[in-house]
């Protein structure tokens, strides 16, 4: 069996699946390798911001505020990069050696093809799929999503030519809303930082503004 991540991606993208709201939903580390071969061989680039919630399904994730979200993050695009980049090389192989099947591989064989079946899904009339082949049941959130969905095309129905972009806190992040925005981006600790009032602002005629302590 060839390796899939190394022992940094290993580590850093568990972290990330073991902050699924909804684990059985969720992909595991052979359905994250299955889902980035899948966006390694579709014949066009696909935005994080696309597959990214792809890997938890109906639900979404929840980081802690002391988790370093960033480091994981990176050692997931970086993961992404390597395996886009083992492609262009001609070295992207399927990781499971099928003359040498142990005890457990079957499951994960299983896991690893419905991780690369949520990346088709992404594109699927480049593989001859319908919608109805194609989609990832999500009954527990079917009222979420009808209501996001309703609000969404009413919104393109008065501004057709309005981008939304939604930026998530470092510790946050939501399934549903990203699916109803164009695109989405984390805003990094260093700039959240930048962005935080001072104690006291002194105005021109000597008045002092105090930050309330519930703002600290």
């Not at 960033?70 to 980049?85: D, F, H, I, K």
């Not at 192989?93 to 099928?98: G, K, L, T, Y």
């Not at 499951?107 to 593989?127: K, N, Q, V, Y």
């Not at 979420?144 to 919104?155: I, L």
């Amino acid at each position: 069996m060839l390796p899939k991540f190394t022992p940094a991606e290993k580590g850093n993208v568990s972290k990330i699946l073991g902050r699924a709201v909804e684990p059985e939903d969720t992909l595991t580390l052979d359905g994250v390798h299955g889902l980035l071969f899948g966006l390694a061989v579709i014949p066009e680039s696909i935005m994080p911001s696309e597959w990214f919630p792809r890997i938890f399904g109906a639900g979404m994730a929840e980081f802690a505020e002391k988790d370093d979200v960033e480091t994981w993050m990176g050692s997931l695009l970086g993961a992404y990069n390597r395996v886009l980049g083992e492609n262009e090389e001609g070295k992207l192989e399927f990781p499971f050696d099928m003359t040498d099947l142990r005890e457990g591989d079957f499951e994960r064989i299983r896991h690893w093809a419905f991780g690369l079946f949520r990346a088709m899904s992404l594109r699927p009339e480049t593989w001859g799929f319908n919608k109805s082949e194609s989609a990832i049941p999500a009954p527990a959130a079917a009222g979420r999503s009808k209501r996001s969905a309703a609000a969404n095309n009413a919104r393109l129905e008065v501004f057709p030519a309005k981008t939304d972009v939604a930026a998530f806190p470092p510790a946050r992040f939501s399934f549903h809303r990203s699916k109803t925005v164009n695109s989405w981006f984390t805003v990094g600790r260093k700039n959240l930082a930048k962005s935080v009032f001072p104690d006291e602002v002194k105005k021109k005629d000597g008045f002092v503004l105090r930050k309330p302590n519930h703002w600290q």
